[in-house]
């Protein structure tokens, strides 16, 4: 049985570092692509961050330079390490089998979607507070 299941999330302050982790079952995550979502209440989801099975990454010009998506075998997880956290990164954070930006003839479509992949976490809450 696949299954997505996020954790991490949490209250962080501006400037901090939090680390999400997506964790599988049912599939190894070196097999498949594993993108990390995210959304606000009453906005569109938006991809921010994926890594494929070759381990190429793309990070969404909003957290670019501030998160780091990384794959533990291993573990089966993959992590969204978030550093310098603002408030406009408060949001739920999701991940899903399969993200394809290079699919893209502009990468940048890939963050708005639509999307049709199969399996989602339940999400992690995140808010940015002092």
């Known amino acids: 049985q696949v299954q997505l299941v996020e954790s991490g999330g949490g209250l962080v302050q501006p400037g901090g570092s939090l680390r999400l982790s997506c964790v599988a079952s049912?599939?190894?995550?070196?097999?498949?692509?594993i993108g990390w979502f995210r959304q606000v209440p009453g906005k569109e989801r938006k991809g921010i961050s994926c890594?494929?099975?070759?381990?190429?990454?793309y990070y969404a010009d909003s957290v670019k330079g501030r998160f780091t998506i990384s794959r533990d075998n291993k573990e089966n997880t993959v992590y969204l390490h978030m550093t310098n956290v603002r408030p406009d990164d408060a949001a739920v954070y999701y991940c899903?089998?399969?993200?394809?930006?290079?699919?893209?003839?502009?990468?940048?479509?890939?963050?708005?979607?639509?999307?049709?992949?199969?399996?989602w976490g339940p999400g992690t809450q995140v808010t940015v507070s002092s």
């Open positions: 899903a089998t399969e993200c394809n930006p290079r699919g893209y003839s502009d990468p940048i479509r890939w963050e708005v979607g639509p999307w049709d992949y199969e399996y």
């Open positions: 049912g599939f190894s995550v070196r097999n498949v692509a």
């Open positions: 890594i494929d099975t070759d381990s190429y990454t």
